[in-house]
């Protein structure tokens, strides 16, 4: 239990309105989109990098556990306080600082929605691409804390490829800055990068610097349907080796088909092994013409059904199959944990059967479906937690399911991060010296470890 003396300070430093004790709002701050929960001692929600820099300084001092958190949407209990202390909320700090359209960039704080953003640059014509499906409520800050991808990572990549920039509050109080509006930027080592995706371990993001492009003109999209798996996977590099990049090419397996058809009452092709949804956007000629283009392959493929379509009405069709997934799942079970592994492109045929099997054999409902063209699958894994036994055979699906993926060059999180979920396979993937150094890293920045103590590193 936090000392009463230490929750005043805390008020002195944030505000009484912004300092959360009471248990059904320390509750609120208990959980992530995973099924673990822990209680925090108490919630800052400050608006100023003045107020981070004193809440994180005063939890050095007292050697008090301090948690970054931004929505709290993360898949790998990342913002779970499994040792209490302080829940540091960046939701009060939401404004968009700058849209620079000269330079192409955007100065954010922490708490932006990724959404919002992205409709405020569009405005000035300008496109920020990361888009994890939960972009409606996620953070900028929780975003690079966990480095998160989308469907659109095959032609514009992921978070990491626009943060240019970062203000950061360090574990003893210290505020740095990183990188900066210059394309081009080699002084020194690359700190920015280093906190991508460092899971709020290594200090709190105050300040980001992003990289913005020009919004592409128009888009098409293509759903096709193959009688074998293979045949979708292929399809694939042929695309590629075409010249043609699309924006997106996501692959739902037969179990998902016919989940989201349950649900939908859709029509979709529930025979099928799966079902590929691909879009390719730029200008309207490029766009006609790499329509063709996947089209024709799709059906030298052999694709038993191929839909293309061009109005946005018709793409909308499409992409309601590809967003009601989460839903319908829920149909099927109350729970699920969504793995993300991501492996070589080459290895998916052999993956997906691999996971159909682990399937089988733990008698598990297994939805597999993601974003094929980067390799990154999202293997559902459905159950009801309430039953011990079950639980235990979910935990040694994922287990295998991770065996699977490294075994094939693969890794266990293609962006939903380590958090608390992965650690205890860590070694599966990083050599026991990668993992030293990265070990090294977190006590020369947090020697007293306070900053999410207890996330990627299995304890000793
Ligand atoms: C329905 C659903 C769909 C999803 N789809 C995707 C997807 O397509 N792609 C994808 O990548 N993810 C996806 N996710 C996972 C999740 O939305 C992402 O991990 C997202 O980036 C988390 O953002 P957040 O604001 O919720 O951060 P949080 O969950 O609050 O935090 C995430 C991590 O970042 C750290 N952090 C947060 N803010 C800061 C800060 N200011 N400074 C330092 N560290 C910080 C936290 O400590 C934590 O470790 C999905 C989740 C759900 C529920």
Known sequence: MIEAKLVEELKGIAGD?????????????????????HLPEVVVLPRTTEEVAAAVELANRERLAILPRGAGTNLAGGTIPIKGGIVLSLTRMIDILEIDDVNMVAVVQPGVVTGKLQSAVAKQGLYYPPDPASLKVTTIGGNVGMNAGGPHALKYGVT????????????YGEVIRTGGKAIKNVTGYNLTQLFVGSEGT???????????????????????????????????????????TPAVIEIMDQMTIQTVDDYLQSGLPREAAALLLIQVD??????????????QLCRDNKATMVDVAKTPEEEES??????????????????????DISVPRKAIPEVVRRIQEISSQRNLPIA????????????????DQTDPEEMERVEAASGDIFEVATSVGGT??????????????????????????MRTIKKALDPHNIMNPGKIFPEA
């Open 282 to 295: 730029g200008v309207q000629a490029a766009v006609d013409q790499e329509l063709g283009i996947v089209a």
């Open 318 to 339: 499409v992409w309601k199959a590809r967003r009601s997934i989460s839903p319908s799942l829920t149909r099927v079970r109350p729970n699920k944990l969504g793995e």
């Open 202 to 244: 290594l200090g709190v993001i105050t300040e980001i610097i992003l990289r913005l492009i020009p919004q592409p003109e128009t888009s098409g999209s293509v759903l096709a349907a193959f009688a074998d798996l293979d045949e979708a996977a292929t399809l694939v590099n042929r695309i590629l080796h075409a010249g043609v």
């Open 368 to 383: 597999i479906f993601g974003h094929i063209s980067d390799g990154n699958l999202h293997p559902n894994i459905l159950f």
């Open 17 to 37: 309105e912004n300092v959360l004790t009471l248990p059904e709002e320390l509750l609120c701050y208990s959980y992530d989109s995973t099924v673990l929960q």
């Open 160 to 171: 990491s490829d626009y943060v240019m920039g970062l203000e950061v509050v360090l574990p």
């Open 412 to 437: 266990l999180s293609g962006e939903h991060g380590i958090g608390l979920l992965k650690q205890k396979y860590l070694s599966l993937d990083l050599p026991e010296g990668t993992v030293e150094v």
